[in-house]
Nanobody, 124 residues
């Protein structure tokens, strides 16, 4: 059973940056594609970004392209989401999730394991 723990959230001003981490235990993260999702107050959870098992393929939602970067850590059991030029509309709880499929997907239902989430708040 893979367990995921997010960290790195917090309060930042408009234009600031944060780096979120997703750490895995109970299994080798290198066998999983990893995605980041977010849920703002009163809204449905949405896809943000994903990275393939080998780290060669990445996906982003249009609203974060050029500002967010997903990557795998050297230890292979951590995935990062570097968030630059943050905007108030990026305020949400951010979740990481893992899927064992060969091809990374954007849909929530494609993901088998989820973390508890970390709060990101961007003040204007």
């Amino acid at each position: 059973q893979v367990q995921l723990v997010e960290s790195g959230g917090g309060l930042v001003q408009d234009g600031g940056a944060l780096r979120l981490s997703c750490a895995a235990s109970g299994g080798s993260f290198s066998n999983f594609g990893v995605g980041w999702f977010r849920q703002a107050p009163g809204k449905e959870r949405e896809f943000v970004s994903a990275i393939s098992r080998g780290g060669y393929v990445t996906l982003y939602v249009d609203s974060v392209k050029g500002r967010f970067t997903i990557s795998r850590g050297n230890t292979k059991n951590t995935v990062y989401l570097q968030m630059n030029s943050l905007k108030p509309e990026d305020t949400a709880i951010y979740y990481c999730a893992a899927q064992s499929r060969a091809t990374i997907k954007r849909g929530e239902r494609e993901y088998d394991y989820w973390g508890q989430g970390t709060q990101v708040t961007v003040s204007s």
